[in-house]
């Protein structure tokens, strides 16, 4: 005879299953817009074994909090992070960025932050939060921030800039070696938004791509945000920012006298070890050969998706900088919202004209192969063909 507590518990899994079937997965390889993936099957393990853990009480936890100290140390080796820096783990790229310019503030004393036009919507959350003033730089013709218009606007009243390595609409790389020089000679904080480009272009580099520096290598680079839902195959939610000078963590510090530490830094209280024991472990397994070679096969996929688009007479934005292709087209939302009907999703970039495709660690050439009969019955009903 079933008990009355599993026919209870029955009903409500069989509720969550049937919710969960009106998801897309990755694992379909129908999700061609999103910059994440299907976390790596080691992840997913080290995910449900630290589920109970805080990071925000470590006393609690000494052992999550090594890992925690042992991730960070593989991304400050990953980006040439000198000994004097420190390293605090976020939610993903909008925590990173919102950290940033809250330290940046801080120690500044100042308001404006200038950016490219293609920098993350997170920025305008930083100007509602944060009372700051975006200054928009436009971007040239390869879709970067044109840096003699920086030159033109930064002032006394510059509390930070901001560079991206791998921008959200396309994955371009801005002139970080430029920006972080006049950044220096300028003495004014320099973040970099590598959310997604910080797993990808040291191993671009590795591959003999040509993409500009990017990391701490530079001295006038100030932060680095980078996320591991990305490109760095573990699980939602995780990203690190890496901060130049330890000491800058304290102006965002406060007492926090109920818990095991006297002062916290961040935004977050409570913090899951679940995604940071997800990541390290991913970290661990691959080491950086195997991020080499994951981004390697991306890259392939890359071209070869390239390559059949621009087959079916379609134009790209650009040619692709990273695993990022954006398609022209004169009616991007209405394409994106039938490719959905057919159980594909990508994004729009409205800005552009153009539909995005993110080839993440789960998109393979078959998958490809599977998507461009459908792309191109699509388009030649809308018209772009």
Request: glycine share 8%; aromatic share 8%.
């Amino acid at each position: 005879m079933i008990s009355l507590d599993s026919q209870k518990r029955q009903k409500i899994f069989d509720e969550l299953e049937r919710l969960h079937q009106r998801d897309f997965c990755f694992s379909s390889g129908h999700i061609l817009g999103s910059m994440c993936t299907v976390p790596h099957p080691i992840a997913q393990k080290a995910y449900l074994q630290f589920l109970e853990t805080n990071l925000g009480d470590p006393a609690l936890c000494p052992g999550t909090k090594e890992i925690e100290s042992r991730f960070i140390g593989f991304i400050s080796k990953l980006l040439h992070a000198p000994k004097t820096s420190v390293g605090q783990i976020v939610s993903g790229g909008t925590e990173g960025n919102i950290t940033a310019m809250w330290i940046a503030k801080q120690l500044s004393g100042k308001k404006e932050i200038i950016l490219p036009q293609s920098a993350h919507f997170s920025f305008q959350k930083i100007a509602s939060l944060m009372d700051m003033k975006l200054i928009e730089i436009p971007l040239k013709k390869e879709y970067v921030m044109d840096v003699a218009q920086l030159k033109k606007k930064i002032s006394k009243r510059t509390a930070a800039v901001v560079g991206l390595a791998g921008s959200t609409e396309l994955g371009t790389i801005d002139p970080i070696p430029q920006l972080s020089e006049i950044c220096n000679d300028e003495h004014v904080f320099f973040h970099v938004d590598a959310a997604f480009g910080g797993f990808v272009i040291p191993f671009l580099k590795e591959l003999h791509y040509t993409v500009p520096d990017f990391d701490f290598k530079l001295k006038g680079v100030t932060t680095i945000s980078i996320d591991s839902h990305k490109m760095g195959y573990a699980a939602i939610p995780l990203g690190t920012l890496m901060i130049r000078k330890k000491q800058w963590l304290e102006s965002i510090s406060v007492e926090s006298p109920y818990i095991s530490i006297e002062k916290q830094a961040g935004i977050l209280g409570t913090r899951s070890g679940a995604p940071v024991a997800a990541a390290y472990a991913v970290a661990r397994y691959l080491g950086y050969k195997g991020y080499r070679n994951m981004v390697q096969s991306c890259m392939e996929v890359t071209q070869y998706a390239e390559q059949r688009i621009t087959e079916l007479g379609l134009a790209l934005v650009m040619k692709p900088t990273m695993n990022v292709i954006g398609v022209k087209l004169k009616k991007p939302e209405l394409v994106v919202k039938k490719l959905s009907e057919q159980g594909w999703q990508l994004n729009k970039v409205k800005r552009l004209s153009c539909i995005r495709l993110v080839l993440m660690p789960h998109i393979t050439k078959q998958i490809i192969d599977e998507f461009i009969p459908v792309l191109q019955k699509t388009c030649e009903e809308v018209g772009e063909i």
